[in-house]
């Protein structure tokens, strides 16, 4: 999970003091870091590289695994895909309610956010699956999906409520002064700006999820992991077949990184806007 | 002339120490052009913002045309519609270009007719020397010019008055004229308009009234011609001192 976003340095309170910015994006390249990129290029080259040459030299178990797993694949991107989907939903309406004058629809929108991120996703994995189960009766995936949506609904309502808080404060004012509600500067004023500032820190939570994921093959999910564990308690080939588990996610969080990194750059040279 | 904003006995308290209005009445004429001048921290702006309700007084209570800003039953939003604002910081939509931030509140909040808008919005880029701008991004503008759509923005809503807050104060001298010289026509058209600003030209050109302000009152009200010759208070001769 990001822990710090791009977005904390806005913080007043955070400038004044001398902090350091740790996140998951030491991963993510950006042209200026040569040093970095060069390791990115060996990380992701190295890692195709093993993928295609190992089962070239040792067709078994190699070539069996990775005809094994594509299923896991194709679940491990539904349960993300879904889930990052749902979690910007709640996400946006939480980080509303994060920065409302409503009182109540206020404090709700903090005790979500401070109950979920004091929670590990696999505890509430666990709560919504086999505590809740016999109340809410979902399967595997939908259960593993709600999980997800729900935690990493939290972690983005807190970018969607740095990102509105990021905006000057002039341009609501200007809205208002010019008659529109609230609501309708938030719409046509406020949040269209936002997007533009969390897209980098909701790339970076998307990585962050697409590897949360694999938490989820605890519960009745074939997704890439368990398919790879599959495979392992049948044939007891577990350095291969977690070896190629782990290449196959390195290279899927090596590949969004760069994305990522490309989409922000794109982002800050085309300047402030449009 | 009818009174058209009418203020009565202001009050108003920031953090619960610092009084930024203590007791202003201030009423201001249909067309009249009122300017409010004052040291930092005197409440000049604070009272400007409060006319539009961006600052809600403690106490006291404003009227504009009759009706009451600070009740709380106000209808905000239908005041706000024709009370015109025009920022320091120009406060454009960056997301916007230039013919759309003009239009934006008055086909969303108006409900006008896209191309009746646009055709105002072009009629008013025009009034401000800014045809050739219409499909500018505000990035792209100068302080000057950004500050100009800024007025032709508000302008856009037809309001009755303007309240301007220290228009030129972020600009550089040189972009200073193109909007003051904006403000002026506005003026002679008739517009009733509250400005807080220290441009002396501008007073001295379009005021009808000058309004000196320290600690949260009203220290002194004149004409510009006898305000600036002939000040009557103390206070007030030592502040044109330092700005002459």
């Given at each position: 999970?990001?822990?710090?976003?791009?977005?904390?340095g806005?913080?007043?309170?955070?400038?004044?003091r001398?902090?350091?910015?740790?996140?998951?994006?030491?991963?993510?390249?950006?042209?200026?870091?040569?040093?970095?990129?060069?390791?990115?290029n060996?990380?992701?080259?190295?890692?195709?590289?093993?993928?295609?040459?190992?089962?070239?030299?040792?067709?078994?178990?190699?070539l069996?695994?990775?005809?094994?797993?594509p299923?896991?694949?194709?679940?491990?991107?539904?349960?993300?895909?879904?889930?990052?989907?749902?979690?910007?939903?709640?996400?946006?309406?939480?980080?509303?309610?994060?920065?409302?004058?409503?009182?109540?629809?206020?404090?709700?929108?903090?005790?979500?956010?401070?109950?979920?991120?004091?929670?590990?996703?696999?505890?509430?994995l666990?709560?919504?699956?086999?505590?809740?189960?016999?109340?809410?009766?979902l399967?595997?995936?939908?259960?593993?999906?709600?999980?997800?949506?729900?935690?990493?609904?939290?972690?983005?309502?807190?970018i969607?409520?740095?990102?509105?808080?990021?905006?000057?404060?002039?341009?609501?004012?200007?809205?208002?002064?010019?008659?529109?509600?609230?609501?309708?500067?938030?719409?046509?004023?406020?949040?269209?700006?936002?997007?533009r500032?969390i897209?980098?820190?909701?790339g970076n939570?998307?990585?962050?999820?697409?590897?949360?994921?694999?938490?989820?093959?605890?519960?009745?999910?074939?997704?890439?992991?368990?398919?790879?564990r599959?495979?392992?308690?049948?044939?007891?080939?577990?350095?291969?077949?977690?070896?190629?588990?782990?290449?196959?996610?390195?290279?899927?969080?090596?590949?969004?990184?760069?994305?990522?990194?490309?989409?922000?750059?794109k982002?800050?040279?085309?300047?402030?806007?449009? | 002339?009818?009174?058209?904003?009418?203020?009565?006995?202001?009050?108003?308290?920031?953090?619960?120490?610092?009084?930024?209005?203590?007791?202003?009445?201030?009423?201001?004429?249909?067309?009249?052009?009122?300017?409010?001048?004052?040291?930092?921290?005197?409440?000049?702006?604070?009272?400007?913002?409060?006319?539009?309700?961006?600052?809600?007084?403690d106490?006291?209570?404003?009227?504009?045309?009759?009706?009451?800003?600070?009740?709380?039953?106000?209808?905000?939003?239908?005041?706000?519609?024709?009370?015109?604002?025009?920022?320091?910081?120009?406060?454009?939509?960056?997301?916007?270009?230039?013919?759309?931030?003009?239009?934006?509140?008055?086909?969303?909040?108006?409900?006008?007719?896209?191309?009746?808008?646009?055709?105002?919005?072009?009629?008013?880029?025009?009034k401000?020397?800014?045809?050739?701008?219409?499909?500018?991004?505000?990035?792209?503008?100068?302080?000057?010019?950004?500050?100009?759509?800024?007025?032709?923005?508000?302008?856009?809503?037809?309001?009755?008055?303007?309240?301007?807050?220290?228009?030129?104060?972020?600009?550089?001298?040189?972009?200073?004229?193109?909007?003051?010289?904006?403000?002026?026509?506005?003026?002679?058209?008739?517009?009733?308009?509250?400005?807080?600003?220290?441009?002396?030209?501008?007073?001295?050109?379009?005021?009808h009234?000058?309004?000196?302000?320290?600690?949260?009152?009203?220290?002194?009200?004149?004409?510009?011609?006898?305000?600036?010759?002939?000040?009557r208070?103390?206070?007030?001769?030592?502040?044109?001192?330092?700005?002459?």
């Amino acid at each position: 999970m990001t822990k710090g976003s791009p977005l904390s340095g806005r913080d007043p309170k955070d400038s004044e003091r001398t902090t350091i910015n740790v996140t998951d994006g030491t991963l993510i390249p950006s042209r200026d870091e040569g040093g970095l990129l060069s390791a990115w290029n060996i990380s992701f080259f190295g890692a195709v590289g093993l993928l295609v040459a190992l089962p070239l030299i040792s067709p078994d178990p190699y070539l069996r695994i990775l005809s094994f797993v594509p299923d896991g694949l194709i679940a491990t991107f539904s349960v993300t895909l879904s889930s990052i989907f749902f979690a910007l939903i709640i996400g946006l309406f939480a980080g509303l309610g994060r920065v409302s004058q409503n009182k109540a629809i206020n404090r709700v929108s903090t005790i979500y956010v401070e109950i979920i991120r004091g929670i590990p996703l696999l505890v509430q994995l666990f709560y919504i699956y086999y505590a809740l189960g016999p109340l809410l009766r979902l399967q595997g995936p939908p259960a593993a999906i709600l999980a997800m949506s729900i935690c990493y609904g939290a972690y983005m309502a807190e970018i969607f409520r740095a990102g509105i808080q990021a905006i000057p404060k002039g341009q609501m004012e200007a809205a208002l002064a010019l008659g529109m509600s609230r609501a309708t500067a938030m719409r046509r004023i406020i949040i269209p700006q936002t997007v533009r500032i969390i897209l980098p820190p909701i790339g970076n939570e998307f990585i962050a999820l697409l590897k949360d994921s694999s938490l989820v093959s605890i519960l009745a999910v074939s997704d890439l992991l368990r398919r790879g564990r599959e495979y392992a308690s049948t044939s007891f080939r577990y350095f291969e077949s977690y070896t190629v588990i782990a290449l196959i996610y390195l290279v899927m969080t090596l590949f969004f990184s760069r994305l990522v990194a490309m989409m922000e750059e794109k982002l800050r040279h085309r300047g402030n806007v449009h | 002339m009818e009174t058209y904003i009418e203020i009565k006995d202001a009050v108003k308290t920031f953090n619960g120490t610092i009084q930024a209005l203590r007791g202003v009445d201030l009423s201001v004429k249909k067309g009249e052009v009122v300017l409010i001048i004052g040291p930092s921290g005197s409440g000049k702006s604070t009272l400007l913002r409060s006319v539009n309700r961006l600052e809600r007084l403690d106490s006291g209570s404003i009227l504009i045309d009759g009706e009451s800003v600070t009740d709380e039953n106000a209808d905000i939003r239908h005041i706000r519609e024709e009370v015109g604002m025009v920022f320091q910081s120009f406060n454009l939509f960056p997301h916007l270009n230039v013919i759309d931030n003009i239009t934006l509140s008055p086909t969303v909040v108006l409900k006008k007719g896209k191309e009746e808008a646009v055709a105002q919005g072009r009629k008013l880029l025009a009034k401000v020397g800014l045809s050739d701008k219409e499909t500018a991004w505000p990035e792209q503008l100068s302080g000057g010019q950004q500050q100009r759509v800024a007025i032709a923005r508000a302008l856009a809503m037809n309001p009755k008055v303007m309240l301007f807050d220290e228009p030129t104060s972020a600009l550089d001298p040189e972009m200073i004229k193109e909007v003051l010289d904006v403000m002026t026509d506005l003026a002679r058209e008739g517009m009733t308009m509250l400005v807080v600003s220290h441009e002396m030209g501008f007073a001295r050109a379009a005021a009808h009234r000058i309004i000196f302000m320290d600690a949260g009152q009203i220290v002194e009200e004149a004409p510009p011609e006898t305000f600036f010759t002939s000040p009557r208070e103390d206070r007030t001769r030592r502040f044109l001192e330092h700005i002459l």
